[in-house]
């Protein structure tokens, strides 16, 4: 058994994890806490007080004691806000409280891009404009090209978790351009698990997704590698050939 341990702030699409789960196999548990969000706010204050040290740390024992052997932070913005070296800072603490590799959705997007081979990436976001321009720069740190940004201009995680799968694919569509390899998605309270096949077929290009990104790196930090298709490319491993 393998089990990974997610803190996810709040509560939007949480239902994503147990939808993974099913489809990654009995022996990988996804083990989830959720941190107090404190002011449920797209704005750069608030989510630099969401992924704090103290409300972080509030989690991490609930992970240790449920046996996770890994540590994704489940937000993105709760992490990119504090540009690449702040929030790396954020994943060693992080590490050090739990004494077991962690690592962040943020950071997870980067790996999963260069997972795929892909380096031109377009970006369709659930922020605000000046919050989505700060996960550009945060892809940008990380040897990525970001040939546009899409926003939507929500301010509330309680709002994105109300999308469906219309919602998802409207903002993918509009998001993508012909100069991008892949589309990324970065919400974790956007509800995307069950809808990656789709996004993928109608963009017809990978599709990287918060949620979906996060399970990968916890993935990632087990050193497992799972053949999962419905969860897209990245989830999507040539078989091993016997001899």
Known sequence: MTALGFLYPGHSAEDDYPRMEQLLGSDIRLDLIHTD????????DALLEMGSAERLAEGVEGLRLAGAETLVWACTSGGFVRGWEGAKDQVRALARLAG????STSFAFVHAAREIGVRRVAVGATYPEDVAVLFADFLRAGGLEVTGTRSSGIVTAAEVGTWGEEDVLTL????????????????????????????EKALSKPVLTANQVAVWEGLRLADRRVNAPTLGTLFTREPMVQA
């Open 100 to 103: 077991m590799p962690a690592s």
């Open 172 to 199: 993918a569509r509009a998001a993508d351009d012909s100069d991008a390899e892949a589309v990324l998605l970065p919400d974790t309270a956007l509800h995307t698990a069950a809808h990656l096949g789709l996004l």
């Open 37 to 44: 969000i404190g002011e449920d706010a797209h704005r750069v």
